[in-house]
Each structure stands twice: as C-alpha cells, then as structure tokens.
C-alpha cells in the first residue's frame, strides 16, 4: 500500500505514468502519429490544465487516457488507478462492496468500475485459443448447501442437479479456463471440451460416464478412477484442477458472500486471469492490470 501512495500519490502520476507505459518510455519522446517518427514531446501549461502532451514539432496532441476505460470517465484517475490497486492486492480479490468503503465513493461508482476493470481489462485476451498439450479436465457444483438434511442418494442427486456446474480445464503449467455449462451431462459438458480443448491434446478426467464420448475426438483421454477410490496413479490425476477448484471456492465464499448465476462467469474469469498472469513474469498484477488498460 505505501508503494502504491508513494508511485502514485496524485492524478498527475497516473496519468505521467499512462503516457510512459502508451507513448513516451522516457517521459519525452514519443512516436508522432502526424510527424510520423519520433518527436520531442511536451506538456505546456494552459488554462484548463489538459491532459495532453503536445509535439514540439507539429503540434500534434497525444492523450494517455483516449481508447482506455479511464477516458472522459468523470472519476478521477487516481481512483481508477487506486481501484486496480485493491482489486489485484489481495489474491482472492475484493467486492465492489468493500471498494465503496476503501475508496469513499458511492456504492454505484464502485460498481460501475469494478464491472469495467474486471470485465475489460481481467477478461480473456483470446478465448477462441484452444487449450492444448496436458489438460486436466474437472466439473464442480457451485450453489449453496442444502437447508435441510436430504434424504437419500436420489434427493442427493436432484439437489447437485439444480445447482450450477462449473467446467474448469487445466493445462499442465499453463493456463486455466472456467466456463459455466447447463449441465453436467452430455452434449453442455462435452461441448464446452470440444470448444476450449484442442483435438491434439492428452485430456485427464476422472471417470464420469460424460467424459467418455470425448475419448475418439481427442490424441489420448487419461482416466483416473475416483469412483473406486483411486485419486493419483504417477501423472494421472486431476489435482491441478481439483486445487484451483478448492482455492477459488475458499477464496469466493471469503470475498463474496453469494454470487449469482448472473454474474458467474465474470467472477471466474477474474479468478482464471490471476492465475495465468503468473505466465507474464515478475511483474506484479497491479502493474499487469496497468498494461491491459494501456493497451486498450
Ligand atoms: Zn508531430
């Protein structure tokens, strides 16, 4: 948190560090889109403080916040930059809820910028990219438990049936993707495999009878059977999966309270995209977030 006050202690540092990530890396030079090539930049002082850099050459002005959510947003910029911050400082992540306390604003203004930082700039960068190589394949009920005690395997069954299924897909050492699909059975559950999964990949599932007519679509489909008690055979197993599973649920039920099927989806694709931004290096996941906003 100190870093964050001391980096960016104003809307001037933001919007300074907007224009070194987009344009200008040594807070100077940047390419003129007009001069074609690279020109002295500089901020003059006007009246209305404007939130350009001016080519020295030509004239030519460059906002740092045009195309980005930030743009001719009537929240301030350090507020946006303040929301990222708490959004990415926590690995499970915070609620729009507690964004209202952190940052003083109204519960509609931290809403709306919660929705757009997640939605934006935490979405998928290419989810048409099928997952390949080793992937572990696992579905989870999401809902709540039940308020009665049910009686029997059959109630058990018409109970997990009504919640929602979440598929999660795994690459070993790789990235992670979670879709919610109608059903557990048949063609949603295959379905969502064929569309996320490429046809050259060893799939790992447990043995639910779903899973097996994906067995000729796929270069191999590894069978670990849960339902006799055997949960690791060497490299056959679904923990990858299954772990993720466990800190997603741990992690939502602590930030969340309850989560509608609505908004779902949304809050497992914030989830997937902390866990595969492990693949960009050391960067720290406000600095990541920064760089998406940039980039827009
Ligand atoms: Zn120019």
């Not at 100190?2 to 200008?24: G, K, N, V």
């Not at 403080?49 to 001719?72: D, E, K, M, N, V």
């Not at 947003?73 to 952190?102: D, N, P, V």
């Not at 999964?197 to 799939?203: G, K, Q, S, T, Y």
């Given at each position: 948190m100190?870093?964050?006050l001391?980096d960016?202690?104003?809307?001037?540092a933001?919007?300074?560090h907007?224009?070194r990530t987009?344009?200008a890396?040594?807070?100077?030079?940047?390419?003129?889109?007009?001069?074609?090539?690279?020109?002295?930049?500089k901020r003059?002082a006007?009246?209305?403080?404007?939130?350009s850099?001016t080519?020295?050459?030509?004239?030519h002005?460059?906002?740092?916040?045009?195309?980005t959510?930030?743009?001719?947003?009537s929240?301030s910029l350090?507020?946006?930059?303040?929301?990222?911050y708490?959004?990415?400082s926590?690995?499970?992540?915070i609620?729009?809820?507690q964004?209202?306390?952190?940052?003083?604003?109204?519960?509609k203004?931290?809403?709306?910028?919660f929705?757009?930082?997640?939605?934006?700039l935490?979405?998928e960068?290419?989810?048409?990219?099928?997952?390949?190589?080793?992937?572990?394949?696992?579905?989870t009920?999401?809902?709540g438990?039940?308020r009665?005690?049910?009686?029997?395997m059959?109630?058990?069954?018409?109970?997990?049936?009504?919640?929602?299924?979440?598929?999660?897909?795994a690459?070993?050492g790789g990235?992670?993707?979670?879709?919610v699909?109608a059903?557990?059975?048949?063609?949603?559950?295959s379905g969502?495999?064929?569309a996320n999964?490429n046809p050259?990949a060893?799939l790992?599932?447990?043995?639910?009878?779903?899973?097996?007519?994906?067995?000729?679509?796929?270069?191999?489909?590894?069978?670990?059977?849960?339902?006799?008690?055997?949960?690791?055979?060497?490299d056959?197993?679904?923990?990858?999966?299954?772990?993720f599973?466990?800190?997603?649920?741990?992690?939502?039920?602590?930030?969340y309270?309850?989560?509608?099927?609505?908004?779902?989806?949304?809050?497992?694709?914030?989830?997937a995209?902390?866990?595969n931004?492990?693949?960009?290096?050391?960067?720290?996941?406000f600095?990541?977030?920064?760089?998406?906003a940039?980039?827009q």
């Amino acid at each position: 948190m100190t870093e964050f006050l001391r980096d960016f202690p104003d809307d001037a540092a933001c919007l300074e560090h907007l224009w070194r990530t987009r344009y200008a890396p040594d807070g100077e030079h940047a390419e003129c889109p007009k001069c074609q090539e690279v020109k002295p930049f500089k901020r003059y002082a006007t009246k209305q403080q404007r939130q350009s850099w001016t080519c020295t050459a030509c004239g030519h002005h460059l906002h740092p916040t045009a195309g980005t959510i930030f743009h001719r947003s009537s929240t301030s910029l350090r507020l946006w930059f303040h929301a990222m911050y708490l959004m990415t400082s926590t690995r499970c992540g915070i609620s729009a809820k507690q964004l209202e306390r952190e940052l003083g604003v109204h519960y509609k203004t931290a809403w709306r910028m919660f929705n757009r930082i997640r939605n934006e700039l935490m979405a998928e960068k290419e989810p048409t990219k099928q997952l390949n190589g080793q992937v572990e394949v696992d579905e989870t009920s999401w809902g709540g438990k039940p308020r009665k005690k049910l009686k029997g395997m059959k109630e058990a069954a018409r109970f997990r049936e009504a919640k929602t299924t979440v598929l999660g897909m795994a690459e070993r050492g790789g990235r992670v993707r979670l879709r919610v699909i109608a059903s557990r059975r048949g063609e949603p559950l295959s379905g969502a495999v064929r569309a996320n999964v490429n046809p050259e990949a060893i799939l790992f599932t447990d043995d639910w009878m779903a899973y097996k007519p994906l067995r000729p679509d796929y270069a191999g489909h590894r069978v670990i059977n849960h339902s006799l008690g055997v949960y690791v055979e060497g490299d056959l197993h679904t923990n990858t999966i299954e772990g993720f599973f466990g800190n997603l649920k741990t992690g939502m039920r602590g930030t969340y309270k309850k989560v509608s099927k609505k908004w779902l989806q949304s809050y497992l694709d914030e989830y997937a995209w902390r866990h595969n931004q492990r693949f960009r290096g050391q960067r720290s996941m406000f600095h990541l977030l920064v760089e998406e906003a940039a980039a827009q």
